[in-house]
């Protein structure tokens, strides 16, 4: 059983930066794709970001050149570095891992999820 522990997170002001990390309990970040979704007003998880067991990496539009992902494998450890932050990216963010090597954008390829961490920006 993978088991991801998220921590960061919290309030801050728009224009500022936040760090989410994303702790594996069973050595699988290394040679497995990852990713961060996020789910805001609406219902369903918007993908954030993603990056493949290469360590290629995919942002979504809405983020791009704002938030990176990234993984240190030594550490079993999957980053968001979110800069540059607005009030549209209030949001629960999740974490996500795969057991395949590729990402994918849509949620339901990624078995083990994280338990969500509140992200909120005020104006």
């Known amino acids: 059983q993978v088991e991801l522990v998220q921590s960061g997170g919290g309030l801050v002001q728009a224009g500022d930066s936040l760090r989410l990390s994303c702790a594996a309990s069973?050595?699988?970040?290394?040679?497995?794709?990852s990713a961060w979704f996020r789910r805001g007003s609406g219902n369903e998880r918007e993908f954030v970001a993603a990056i493949n067991a290469a360590g290629e990496t995919l942002h979504a539009g809405s983020v791009r050149g704002r938030f990176t992902i990234s993984r240190d494998d030594a550490k079993d450890t999957i980053y968001l570095q979110m800069n540059s932050l607005k009030p549209e990216d209030s949001a629960i963010y999740y974490c996500a891992l795969r057991d395949g090597t590729s990402y994918y954008i849509q949620s339901r390829n990624y078995p083990h999820w994280g338990q969500g961490t509140q992200v909120t920006v005020s104006s």
């Open positions: 069973s050595g699988m970040v290394s040679g497995h794709a």
